[in-house]
């Protein structure tokens, strides 16, 4: 039996992917060994939102030719897709495949021979088909993703992804539902809604939504809980916001993506509000269910970014009170608008920015946490912590919560009183299992 393994960077959609790459391999009776073991072929499952994750892609395609330099090397994803003659460069590259030919790679490895070198990519303009990669299950035994669309059309001026990924293309509703009823029926717990811009599913179709996705697999029997990946805010009117909490299933965490705390750099970014139409999105779901968390991201040291701008940002997010920021530096990728623009900030700067941004996130996600202790959460374990002796899970509302139990609580359901914060979350006790 041949081997494979797999490396992957980047977002839940890259995750996703390699799961539906991997059970195609299972059925073409290879077995999955992990990343750092000796293989026959090797697939790395790329991201290109940063220089960082460019060079990390290239670290690892070396490292596995020293493991077995007969092996074959894949490299597929948004790197592959946005600079396949860079990777093609590289000596120990077999195969590079662009992003909608991931469900035929193991038919391109079998067609492979030695030494051989293939580049099947197609621009990203000419993509107009959502490639059906269906998954059975994930590597956690707790939580699945179920990809729902592909693409976006946002073009902000700091972002690749549609140069990468394409068009939107929305996934056939009954696809998802079928998709869902196994992951369930497999004893999934929770399912995360995903994509690359989940709140756009269904405009390129001309009907349907996130929302009837979402109400679709609310109705679906039995006990388990649903969470969506990051929305925009641009999306979100009022109507939205009444028929998402209306939702049974549906977990009280939202993440938005903000993505600065200045007007100004917003409108530079190509993002579609302000920080006053975000406040009040936030406002009104908080209203809606009062526990609800809000996350979000933040890119520090964009083009243009001043020192003014920079501290509008960090009073923004402590004005918000975010459960989590999720602090990125600025990072140029060519072909986007704001790499030409002018006024790039010194690296230096964004490292000192990134710092003091992270440090009020941390205050901020701290004090957001100390507001539920003495109440009561429902809360998924997942895993123990083999040197504290303590059960981690996940609240309803997304927040890390540790408890002390005799009995195995991996995969299960508790309600757990809150008594005070723990590293980056909360710490209880069991008062019942569901």
Known sequence: MKKVAFYTLGCKVNQYETQAIKEKFIQNQYEIVQENEVADVYVINTCTVTNLSDRKSRQYIRRVKRLNPKSYVIVTGCYAQV???????LEDVNLVVGINEKSRIVEYVEALKDKEKSVIIKKYEDIDNYEEMPITSMDTRTRAYI??????????SYCIIPYARGN????????????????IANGYKELVITGINAALYGVDLGKGSLLDIAESINDIRGKFRIRLSSIEPAVIDDIFMDKLISFSKLCSHIHLSLQSGSDKILKLMNRKYTTGEFELIVQKLRKRRHDINITTDIIVGFPGETQKDFEETCSFIEKIGFGKVHVFKYSKRKGTKAADM???????LKNKRSGLLTEISERVSQ???????????????????????????LSNNYLKVYCENDGDLTDEFAEVYITNTYKDGLIGKIEKKF
């Open 147 to 156: 990809k729902i669309q592909e693409g976006c059309n946002q073009f902000c």
């Open 342 to 348: 002018d006024d790039q900030v010194d690296p230096s």
């Open 168 to 183: 939107i293309r929305s996934r056939k509703a009954e696809d998802i539902i079928k998709e869902a009823e196994m992951l």
């Open 367 to 393: 004090n957001y946490l100390k507001q539920f202790i003495g109440s009561r959460a429902e809360v998924l374990f997942e895993i123990k912590d083999k040197k504290t002796g303590f059960y981690e899970g």
């Open 83 to 89: 600079s396949p003659e860079e990777i093609e460069a």
